[in-house]
Each structure stands twice: as C-alpha cells, then as structure tokens.
C-alpha cells in the first residue's frame, strides 16, 4: 500500500463511494473507489490541498465478515485493522471478479471437513496412545527406575501411610518374629531379596498394601479378622506380586500419562471435568484389574511353591467384603469381583504338600503383635 498525491482527475465519473479505515486511526473516512489495475482508495486531503489515494492490489485483497448488504474488504499489504465497507452492491460484485483470492482464506465445508478429519484423527490417536502406548511404556520404564528413586518415593508414601493408620509400628517380640519369619519364606519363594520390609500397623482396616521401594504393611485389622496363616500369608503373597512387577512404579507412570493426555483429549474440547473424570477412572481401573489379577496369579505360584493352597486367602478376602457382583458399577471397580477370585483360587486349591508356615504358638503370637491394647 502507497499513498501519494494526484490531481482531482483521479477520482473520476466512475468511482463509487464508500467508507474507509486507514487501520492507524478510528477515524470513519468518506472515500471515493476506483477500479484500475490495482484498487484506488482516493479522498480528499485539506492538510495536503489535495487527493491521497491508496492503491490495494487485488491480489492482497480479501473479504471480512460484514453485515448483509455489505462487502467489507481487508488487504494484506494494509495495516491489519484497515477496512474498507462497500454498500453499493453491483460495484461490491465488479470489484469480486477482479478479486481473485478474495476468500481464500475462509474456511470452504472441504476444509471444514479436513478439520473435523483430523481432529477425530488425533482424537483416535491418542485414544490408541492411553489403551496401548501408555501401558507399554510403563510396562518398559517400570524396572528401569532406579532404586534410590523408587526408595524415596517409597519413603514419601510411607510418611502420608504411617500418618493415616498409625505412626508407630506392632512391636511385639515374639509376634515380630512370627511375622518376619513368615515374611521371609514367602520372600524367598518369591525370589526378592533382602531389601524388601514389611510391617503391622495398628488399625481396625482390614487390609494391606505394598509401596514402592519393597515396603509391605499388613493392617491390624486384617490379622484380627484373619483365621489361620496360610490367609494371611496368601494376601502377603499377592502383596509381594505386586512388588515382583513393579506394579506401584508401573502405576504411577501409567496414571501420569494417561491423565495428561485424556486431559489433552477432552479438556480444551468439551471443557467438562466430569468426561476427563469419567474417562480416567474407566481407563486406569481396567489398568488395575490387570495388575491385580497379576498379583493373584503370582500369589497362586507362591502358595503351590510352598506347599499351600491359595484359598484361604480368597476366604478371607470373601469374609471381609462379602459379595460385591451386586453393588452395580464394576467397570470403575480396580480389583476384580471377590467372589471371581474365591472361584479362581478355590480351583487352584490343593491338599497340603509342605510343612505347615508357622506353628500354633508362632499364630497366636502373630495375632498379638499389636498388643491388647484399643486402637
């Protein structure tokens, strides 16, 4: 764009009115247009005595949107907010056929069509990446991080744990020596080395976790509601499953990745919190399931390794839970059903083949390892 000065001729008989924004000032401008090889804005300047007339190339020019009866027109070698709005409309229509690039840059239903293409595409994508990509990439870097990382990690969870069920372990002597001896067959049926813990904390919870960096902790309440040690023993024994394979790390990494790009997939899409939500609990609990059922699985191989059946520890999951096929949702549910794992294991029930794991006075000690005192 150019202006320059030029005699009155300029704007001649066949110019047409319109108004015009130079873009540098808001400033509405009462313009005369006229058609030669180029667009010529001319209007009549007192400071300079004189036409200004600015020249668009028809090629920079381009529509704007513009109420009905209106062509408002930009140019691309003008500042970005000038704007030129044409009412007449068969000098508007003379002016588009001169116009040849004049809506090349509004979206045509092809392009909306690319657009919507590619977006499902890159929605597939990810999809594909959160079913398949994630969980192989945590199945791979899960065994790689190192183990001063997984032991702070580890130590980091233990602090919030010990803060929720208790600070202070069970101590009791000949309790902590049932329990370590029982721990230590199973470790070493489990071939994990020396490294791994485990302890009782003093909670009613009828459970027990494992955390990275092979801490495991058994809650007070699973043990009081527990009726012989190969139940106990079978639950430690799934515990150390999850241990095996990694599947704390594996689920961290899992989780990070999988919120990050479902929160990509849905959050700048539909803004809804309650689809990311929903999405990311479907996704990581089926994860869960499959890391249950593997530690299950790893479970079942300890207990036949020593001699013992899985079983009991099913019984005692049953009597903690009851039924659960019932309680509607299971798609969200991370464990499987306990009544499906009361099936499994009760199929996999063998007769004892190895010594018993602790005696009668080693239980019953290992039931007081808390003390008698209320927690």
């Given amino acids: 764009m150019s202006d320059v000065s030029t005699p009155p001729a300029a704007a001649d008989a066949r110019g047409r009115p319109a108004i015009f924004f130079d873009g540098v000032?808001?400033?509405?401008?009462?313009?005369?247009?006229?058609?030669?090889?180029?667009?010529?804005?001319?209007?009549?300047?007192?400071?300079?005595?004189?036409?200004?007339?600015?020249?668009?190339?028809?090629?920079?020019?381009?529509?704007?949107?513009?109420?009905?009866?209106?062509?408002r027109l930009t140019s691309n070698s003008a500042p970005p907010l000038?704007?030129?709005?044409?009412?007449?409309?068969?000098?508007?229509?003379?002016?588009?056929?001169?116009?040849?690039?004049?809506d090349e840059h509004r979206t045509t239903r092809r392009g909306i069509a690319r657009i919507v293409g590619w977006s499902v595409a890159a929605a597939i994508s990810i999809v594909c990446v959160v079913l398949f990509g994630v969980p192989l990439a945590a199945d791979r870097l899960?065994?790689?991080?190192?183990k001063p990382i997984e032991r702070r990690i580890g130590d980091a969870s233990e602090?919030?744990?010990?803060?929720?069920?208790?600070?202070?372990?069970?101590?009791?002597?000949?309790?902590?020596?049932?329990?370590?001896?029982?721990?230590?067959?199973?470790?070493?049926?489990a071939g994990l080395d020396d490294s791994m813990t485990a302890g009782v904390l003093p909670t009613a919870v009828p459970n027990a976790f494992a955390l990275p960096g092979g801490k495991v902790f058994l809650l007070k309440g699973?043990?009081?509601?527990?009726?012989?040690?190969?139940?106990?023993?079978?639950?430690?024994?799934?515990?150390?499953?999850?241990?095996?394979?990694?599947?704390?790390?594996?689920?961290?990494?899992?989780?990070?990745?999988?919120?990050?790009?479902?929160?990509?997939l849905f959050g700048d899409v539909t803004g809804s919190s309650a689809v990311i939500f929903a999405s990311r609990s479907v996704v990581e609990a089926s994860y869960s399931?499959?890391?249950?059922?593997?530690?299950?699985?790893?479970?079942?191989?300890?207990?036949?390794?020593l001699g013992r059946s899985p079983k009991p520890?099913?019984?005692?999951?049953?009597?903690?839970?009851?039924?659960?096929g019932g309680s509607g949702f299971t798609i969200l549910s991370s464990h499987p059903l306990t009544e499906d794992r009361l099936a499994r294991m009760s199929r996999e029930d063998r007769p004892a083949s190895g010594p018993p794991l602790l005696t009668d006075k080693e239980w019953q000690a290992l039931k007081g390892i808390c003390g008698s005192g209320k927690i």
């Fill in 25 to 71: 000032s808001s400033r509405k401008r009462q313009v005369t247009l006229r058609l030669g090889d180029a667009l010529e804005i001319a209007e009549l300047s007192e400071a300079q005595a004189g036409w200004t007339v600015t020249r668009w190339a028809y090629a920079d020019i381009r529509r704007a949107d513009s109420p009905t009866g209106i062509l």
């Fill in 82 to 102: 000038a704007r030129l709005e044409i009412r007449d409309a068969a000098f508007a229509a003379e002016i588009a056929t001169r116009c040849s690039r004049l």
């Fill in 142 to 146: 899960a065994p790689l991080v190192p």
């Fill in 159 to 189: 602090v919030q744990i010990r803060t929720i069920f208790g600070r202070s372990m069970c101590e009791d002597p000949a309790g902590k020596a049932a329990f370590t001896k029982l721990v230590n067959r199973l470790r070493d049926a």
């Fill in 222 to 264: 699973l043990l009081d509601r527990a009726q012989n040690p190969d139940e106990v023993a079978g639950i430690l024994a799934h515990e150390l499953g999850h241990l095996k394979h990694y599947d704390n790390m594996r689920g961290l990494i899992y989780n990070g990745g999988t919120s990050f790009l479902i929160g990509l």
């Fill in 289 to 305: 399931r499959e890391a249950e059922t593997g530690a299950d699985t790893f479970a079942i191989e300890i207990m036949h390794a």
């Fill in 313 to 324: 520890a099913a019984e005692l999951m049953y009597r903690i839970t009851g039924k659960e």
